[in-house]
């Protein structure tokens, strides 16, 4: 057990549809991230969040969205949903917000598998 | 620019030793990971290594860093039936984040 807590781990909705992915980061964890694990795609980081500002965004499409809250957990809001859109989508989590802190390692929950029909 | 390379599949008998091979572009990496991710479950950190050392061993795992290369190596040790999973080899990016660069992963696959 990581200690990243994804909900749900799945997800079955129509196109069109609006879903919203929840991720609580390891207890004293300041970074959140997203990734999307499709198999056409393999692993993509969306975006991260660092103590409730975004530090990075990386391949996440204009119906997407995300944000941290004040107790750090994060949520992706995913909307318009498409057939492509359906993944594995992962949340990680950090003590830091760089790659360049010391023991920075990055842990990653169990998922949300997205299925879009 | 950054990416990761991969060979997309390994197999093994139980007992030999397994070692997945990742190459990557970005000179800055600081940190380098290999994640295992098994069947429908998420991806467990196996290890890390930081951009100044040659190697670092824990227990059956040995992984073995080619600055000059940009070349990273795991070596699984006395393969079991159980190691059999996904490996993903990942790089730090080099912008100022915690963002990682993955592979497209590893099939091992140990047969009895």
């Known amino acids: 057990d990581s200690g990243v807590t994804q909900t749900p781990k799945h997800l079955i909705t129509a196109t069109g549809q609006r879903v919203t992915l929840r991720c609580s980061p390891r207890?004293?964890?300041?970074?959140v991230y997203w990734y999307q694990q499709s198999l056409d795609q393999g692993l993509q980081f969306l975006i991260q969040?660092?103590?409730?500002?975004?530090?990075a965004k990386g391949n996440i499409l204009e119906r997407f969205s995300a944000q941290q809250f004040p107790d750090l957990h994060s949520e992706l809001n995913l909307s318009s949903l498409e057939l492509g859109d359906s993944a594995l989508y992962f949340c990680a989590s950090s003590v830091g917000g760089t790659g360049l802190s010391s023991g920075n390692t990055i842990y990653f929950g169990e998922g949300s598998w997205l299925t879009v029909v | 620019g950054e990416d990761v390379e991969q060979s997309l599949f390994l197999s093994v008998r139980e007992g030999d030793s397994s070692v997945i091979n990742c190459t990557y572009t970005d000179s800055s990496s600081t940190y380098l990971y290999w994640y295992k991710q098994e069947p429908g479950a998420g991806l467990q950190l196996l290890t890390y290594?930081?951009?100044?050392?040659d190697m670092k061993q824990d227990q059956r795992l040995t992984v073995l860093l080619n600055k000059k290369d940009k070349h990273l190596s795991l070596r699984i040790a006395d393969t079991q039936t159980g190691d059999s999973a996904i490996y993903f080899c990942a790089e730090t990016s080099s912008s100022n984040t915690g963002k990682l660069i993955f592979g497209q992963g590893t099939t091992l696959q140990v047969k009895p």
């Open positions: 969040y660092y103590n409730g500002e975004e530090r």
């Open positions: 290594i930081f951009s100044n050392m």
């Open positions: 207890s004293g964890d300041l970074s």
